[in-house]
């Protein structure tokens, strides 16, 4: 099966300005997720959606960070206005009810 | 808000030694499941312990789940340098996963 599709790769970008990530889960897969990697660290949870329903975005700084998946499928997280301690990696995963997490490759986000 | 700590946090070994990694949760988890990053790397799943007092084996790995399911323990038997890696311990309830920050694995041939 394909796994979790994630773009861009890397992104490079200087504080203030805007970004999106895209990500394409496994086909099937109702629930996904957003995760944020600061080096050295654990995963974060930043969102995570059933289907196109949010179900947690209690870590999510919504005065910059937004994310949707329309239609349930494919979603976006985009930041505006970008900080430099937001340079880290941007992990989506997905699941089917409560097996365990597939993640995408990941974004390298470096804010300068 | 739920926490897992995870210990220690670097462990350096010759190839050939042990080495476990230690998770513990504040709240009592209804799952755990294990993940390893090799640098550079997305994590990838290991195994997924849901029983109390659970012990499950893959080849040299051996992963246990406490008795009162709020401790997990992975330990490798004699290491290799395809070990390396970061294993991360991510703590289930309620549908919600919280990873802890991970034990980083060196192994020197």
């Known amino acids: 099966?394909?796994?979790?599709?994630?773009?861009?790769?890397?992104?490079?970008?200087?504080?203030?300005?805007?970004?999106?990530?895209?990500c394409n889960p496994i086909s099937g897969h109702a629930t996904l997720y957003w995760y944020q990697q600061i080096l050295g660290q654990g995963p974060k949870l930043l969102i995570q959606f059933q289907n196109n329903g949010v179900v947690d975005d209690s870590q999510l700084p919504k005065d910059r960070f937004s994310?949707?998946?329309l239609k349930g499928v494919d979603s976006t997280l985009k930041i505006q206005p970008a900080k430099l301690e937001d340079s880290a990696v941007y992990l989506c995963a997905s699941s089917e009810g409560n097996s365990p997490l597939h993640?995408?490759?990941?974004t390298r986000l470096t804010v300068t | 808000g739920q926490q897992v700590m995870q210990i220690p946090q670097y462990q350096h070994v010759q190839e050939g030694e042990d080495?476990?990694?230690?998770?513990?949760?504040s709240t009592t988890l209804s799952n755990i499941q294990w993940y390893k990053q090799r640098p550079g790397g997305h994590p990838v799943f290991l195994i997924q312990l849901v029983k109390s007092g659970e012990v499950k084996k893959q080849k040299r790995l051996t992963f246990q789940f406490g008795e009162a399911k709020k401790n997990s323990s992975l330990h490798i038997t004699a290491t290799q340098t395809t070990d390396v890696g970061t294993y991360f311990c991510s703590g289930g309830s309620n549908y919600k996963l919280t990873f802890g920050k991970g034990t980083l694995l060196t192994v020197n041939p």
Request: charged share 20%; proline share 3%; glycine share 8%.
């Open chain 1, 67 to 69: 994310a949707e998946r």
């Open chain 2, 19 to 25: 080495f476990t990694t230690y998770c513990n949760s």
């Open chain 1, 1 to 22: 099966e394909a796994g979790v599709a994630q773009s861009p790769r890397y992104k490079i970008i200087e504080k203030r300005q805007s970004v999106a990530f895209w």
């Open chain 1, 103 to 106: 993640f995408g490759n990941g």
